[in-house]
Nanobody
Framework: QVQLVESGGGSVQAGGSLRLSCATS????????IGWFRQVPGWEREFVAA????????HYTDAVKGRFIISVDNVKNTVFLQMNSLHPGDTAMYYC???????????????WGQGTQVTVSS
């Protein structure tokens, strides 16, 4: 089965940077799209960024465009989220999530990690 494990979260001051990692396992062809979501207590989970497992078609929510970069290392089966110019509004629990590579549920994020906390102080 597909497993996702996030790491790299922590506390940083505004203007700083962090790089989140998502280690994947469960098969070379187990994931179609891999992405990052974040959630703040009292708010609904929101989409942050996503990319095809092949590394194509990266997409970002407007709030992070120009500051965050998503990338894939197919050799290490790991997805990264480089976060630069962080501000307090980025504080949240960040989750890695993936979709099946094909089939009727290929558009759904069925695989989720446990999350890693990011806290940005002013």
């Amino acid at each position: 089965q597909v497993q996702l494990v996030e790491s790299g979260g922590g506390s940083v001051q505004a203007g700083g940077s962090l790089r989140l990692s998502c280690a994947t396992s469960g098969g070379t062809f187990s994931i179609g799209t891999i992405g990052w979501f974040r959630q703040v207590p009292g708010w609904e989970r929101e989409f942050v960024a996503a990319i095809n497992w092949s590394g194509g078609d990266p997409h970002y929510t407007d709030a992070v465009k120009g500051r965050f970069i998503i990338s894939v290392d197919n050799v290490k089966n790991t997805v990264f989220l480089q976060m630069n110019s962080l501000h307090p509004g980025d504080t949240a629990m960040y989750y890695c999530a993936g979709t099946p590579p094909d089939g009727p549920r290929s558009y759904e994020y069925l695989y989720w990690g446990q999350g890693t906390q990011v806290t940005v102080s002013s």
